[in-house]
């Protein structure tokens, strides 16, 4: 069935850094891909999505980039601030239109 | 808008006893989702439905979970009977259609002793 793969699972990074998620998929039908973002005890919140007909998508400090080729998908956050500190999910939606999450990145802004 | 009404939000039962938890879905959305998100993991998707129908339930325990959206709008997820391993948050979601931006609910926290 389909799988999808995140790495890492925690990220540490001074504030004012960039962070880079990246996940792969297995199904190659896969055409939705978004990015939630999950504060503690708080529901996953919808950040950006990005379509297969496209290969990357800005929205302010963050961005989306995508390698059909590849099967990977991944989540830049630029100048990054400790309100970015949260868990985010990588998600792949296809031809079965199930969305199916990854298993998360926790990331530390330190100040 | 109002968004993804969920009920209740915190549950705590013994194993082998059953517990419903309800969804209400943002209007006019379609595809409903149950996850499953046990601490520290990603939401492990139960069942999809697109309005009535059933998208996907391979990873819903048939033996003792089962969920209906009888009218394509509201739905509700059941487990009869719990285990201790079934303590998790439990979360529904709803987008437009299968394939567009999935928006969650407050999810009801269940702890099963």
């Known amino acids: 069935g389909e799988n999808v793969e995140q790495h890492p699972s925690t990220l540490s990074v001074q504030e004012g850094d960039s962070a880079v998620i990246k996940c792969t998929y297995s199904d190659s039908a896969s055409n939705y891909f978004p990015w939630y973002k999950q504060e503690l005890g708080k529901r996953p919140q919808l950040i950006i999505d990005?379509?297969?007909?496209?290969g990357e998508k800005k929205d302010q400090r963050i961005a989306v980039t995508l390698n059909k080729t590849a099967k990977h998908f991944s989540l830049h956050i630029t100048e990054t601030q400790p309100e970015d500190s949260a868990v985010y999910f990588c998600a792949a939606s296809g031809n079965t239109d199930k969305l199916i999450f990854g298993t998360g990145t926790r990331l530390q802004v330190f100040p | 808008e109002a968004g993804v009404a969920q009920s209740p939000r915190y549950k705590i039962i013994e194993k082998r006893q059953s517990v419903a938890f309800w969804c209400n879905p943002i209007s006019g959305h379609a595809t409903l989702y149950w996850y499953q998100q046990i601490l520290g993991q990603g939401p492990k998707l139960l069942i999809q439905?697109?309005?009535?129908?059933?998208?996907?339930d391979s990873q819903l325990p048939k033996d003792r979970f089962s969920a209906e959206r009888l009218k394509g709008v509201d739905s509700t997820l059941k487990i009869q009977p719990a285990k201790l391993e079934d303590s998790a948050v439990y979360l529904c979601?709803?987008?437009?259609?299968?394939?567009?931006?999935?928006?969650f609910g407050p999810g009801t926290r269940l702890t099963v002793l």
């Open positions: 990005i379509r297969s007909n496209v």
């Open positions: 979601a709803s987008s437009l259609w299968s394939g567009t931006g999935a928006f």
């Open positions: 439905f697109q309005n009535n129908g059933v998208v996907d």
